[in-house]
DNA sequence: CGAAGGATTGACGCTTCTCAAATAGGGTGG
DNA sequence: CCACCCTATTTGAGAAGCGTCAATCCTTCG
């Protein structure tokens, strides 16, 4: 439906942040308005077309970015060409913090993207003095990690059927705070990156899946899945 | 070897921040002398046995802790008993930190264990308006989600073998980035704790380590093991 | 309309789990 | 100091869940 993209092309419009549809998600929210107008002057407004790269690991971390519109996926590869996803990130999401200076993993776009990067110099330097900016970025980590904390019990101790479930859980409560509807739970991704994201197969995913489907606890659908029998898979996926 | 401990037993010595041997490890060292001071007024010493916990999912969160000497396990359970260890925090670390009002998950003594008690108000009103403080603060969730990234790379993409040998690596490294011996690397943790942590079970734990001991790759010895062909190890270790 | 990639389904195998038992080790009390 | 007990660890045999390989189907898009 749309064209080539060329890699992180920046828009024309200016970084808009007073006017910023996902301020209120986003690290932004903990700056006030002449703030703002400052952090629109040292950042820029990008995109990405599926499947194009923000950044990969081992690349000089130049930036972060506040993703604004779409889905990114997070991962890293073995050497061998095994795939972890480590997470998505959504709209108001802020990825690309790297520790060191090379980043420690690797994005890209699952579905058009639209972000806002932020040149880590001069925004290293915009925060260093706000407190309550580096607050809010507090709280933004500690919330990453609370994911990562439930994503490796799932990892390390769920059965398919229970990965499955806990991540359409998972999922779908993320979707609901960021305001999306929760009817039909769409899944932007593929089996495949669901299938690395839960460290299972592509093959394990969709028979499980159809397996579920069967048990009239989901409908699939085009694009992503009804929980039929709710009760159902929120069972499974404390379980 | 030494009595029971009540719980959280508090020690007679005041926090001396001034004259503190992890210091430099830990988040303290972004405070200066005044500052130290400041929080030695607001801190306890405390000590725990082993297995006794020092917070525990879903308790109030009162406190976090900066641990000073000892290993702490901490994990999440599943209703029916399943358990995912998440991680183990050494000297230096800074643990218990929780985004809402409850901890998000347990913590309890691999060996007998110091630490400084940080009551959750007065701490956070003393961060409040310390940049510095804030900034390191940040590094060390940064290191955290590191740490948990390369984690969920063993628990969704490893092999039991490979699992095992990324943890003694990445132990390893830690225990060195601490300054302790690494010729032989020190497990004061159970095989069901290394289990629990790599979602594996004891008895695959047990016969990898004896397999990778029968090969000569490594030596079993009393509370820890020698890497005794490392190439093969970290070979194992990236895979 | 046809090609290409994604998703599904099936048959079979292997790694890891489960259940069970033996062994070793550490702490306690006599 | 030694014997005993309790727990941790090791080892074995068999089962099962999930992975592998392969073929087919479906969807999307040029």
Redesign the pocket.
């Given at each position: 439906?749309c064209h080539r993209i060329p890699p992180g092309h920046p828009d024309n419009e200016p970084a808009g942040c007073l006017l910023c549809a996902i301020r209120s998600l986003s690290i932004c929210d903990a700056l006030d308005e002449s703030e703002l107008r400052e952090l629109v002057r040292l950042s820029q407004r990008v995109r990405f077309g599926s499947?194009e790269p923000l950044f990969s690991e081992g690349d000089q971390s130049d930036a972060s970015f506040n993703v604004s519109e779409g889905t990114v996926r997070l991962y890293k590869l073995l050497p061998d060409g095994r795939r972890q996803i480590i997470g998505f990130a959504l709209p108001g999401d802020f990825i690309g913090v790297a520790t060191g200076i090379r980043y420690g993993l690797s994005a890209d776009a699952v579905e058009p993207v639209r972000a806002c990067r932020l040149p880590k110099e001069p925004f290293s330097r915009f925060i260093e003095s706000k407190p309550r900016m580096l607050q809010r970025m507090n709280d933004f980590a500690r919330n990453e990690l609370v994911l990562a904390q439930n994503h490796m019990v799932s990892l390390g101790r769920?059965?398919?059927?229970?990965?499955i479930a806990a991540f359409l859980i998972g999922w779908r409560d993320r979707l609901e705070r960021i305001g999306r509807s929760t009817k039909t739970i769409h899944l932007p991704?593929?089996?495949?990156?669901i299938?690395d994201y839960l460290?299972?197969?592509?093959?394990?995913?969709?028979?499980?899946?159809?397996?579920l489907?069967?048990e009239n606890t989901i409908l699939?659908v085009?694009?992503g899945v009804r929980l039929i029998n709710l009760g159902r898979v929120e069972a499974l996926a404390v379980a």
């Open positions: 439906m499947k769920r059965s398919a059927e229970e990965k991704m593929s089996r495949q990156d299938a460290g299972l197969t592509v093959e394990t995913v969709s028979r499980t899946l159809t397996r489907e069967r699939i085009p694009g």
